[in-house]
């Protein structure tokens, strides 16, 4: 079993940015794909940005602001999110995908976190 762990969400205006972190438990981890996802209050968890062996994808609401990435080697990925805006607001989970590759399907992915809140004020 692999425990994934997400940490650097808070409560910030808009316009500023946020760095999430992400762990996973075993080293093994360092060779999937990896990605992350949102849900606002009342909607579907969404796909927001991806990275695997097939390189890095973005929701198209977030491609211009935000960069996932991770340490080669390492069970660790990271989102920097600038220019956050109110719609942005939600809790954001990063999960671990079965393969090397990531991909925009929740069925990719076989190892979830318990997620970061993120508030973005107007």
């Known amino acids: 079993q692999v425990q994934v762990t997400e940490s650097g969400g808070g409560l910030v205006q808009a316009g500023n940015s946020l760095r999430l972190s992400c762990t996973a438990s075993r080293r093994t981890a360092s060779n999937n794909g990896m990605a992350w996802f949102r849900q606002a209050p009342g909607k579907e968890r969404e796909f927001v940005a991806g990275?695997?062996?097939?390189?890095?994808h973005y929701l198209e609401s977030v491609k211009d602001r935000f960069t996932i990435s991770r340490e080669f080697g390492q069970s660790t990925a990271f989102l920097q999110m600038n220019f956050l805006k109110p719609e942005d607001t939600g809790v954001y989970y990063c999960a671990i995908s079965r393969s090397a590759y990531s991909s925009r399907s929740r069925d990719t992915y076989q190892y979830w976190g318990r997620g970061t809140q993120v508030t973005v004020s107007s």
């Open positions: 990275i695997g062996n097939g390189g890095t």
